[in-house]
């Protein structure tokens, strides 16, 4: 059992900088599709970062390109999002999740954010304001 706890959500001001972090308790020794998803009300549900344990690759939606970084700390079972140069659009409610995937559909080109995440935690919000 995979349990996600996610922290570091607050406001901020456009352009400024925020952590979120998410951690992992349970079995997570296997290979995993770590992902960070944000939600408004009104619009679809959006995956923003994802990334894969073992070989730490790592992709990102166009929206959040050059801007945010998500990463990970194998010891402390962490995941991080880093969140730059923010804009009113990132405004939402911040999900980490995280699903099994195996090592041929990734490199085989099936990546993480083509994977239905199985594992959810509750969600932080994030507000940027002016």
């Known amino acids: 059992q995979v349990q996600l706890v996610e922290s570091g959500g607050g406001s901020v001001q456009i352009g400024g900088s925020l952590r979120l972090s998410c951690v992992t308790s349970?079995?997570?020794?296997?290979?995993?599709?770590m992902g960070w998803f944000r939600q408004t009300p009104g619009k679809e549900r959006e995956g923003v970062a994802h990334l894969y344990t073992t070989l730490d690759l790592k992709y990102y939606a166009d929206s959040v390109k050059g801007r945010f970084t998500i990463s990970q700390d194998r010891a402390k079972e962490t995941l991080y999002l880093q969140m730059d140069n923010v804009k009113p659009e990132d405004t939402a409610i911040y999900y980490c999740?995280?699903?099994?995937?195996?090592?041929?559909?990734?490199?085989?080109?099936?990546?993480?954010?083509?994977?239905?995440?199985?594992?959810w935690g509750r969600g932080t919000q994030v507000t940027v304001s002016s």
């Open positions: 349970g079995s997570i020794d296997n290979a995993y599709c």
């Open positions: 999740a995280a699903v099994r995937a195996q090592y041929g559909d990734i490199v085989s080109g099936r990546g993480c954010p083509k994977h239905e995440y199985s594992h």
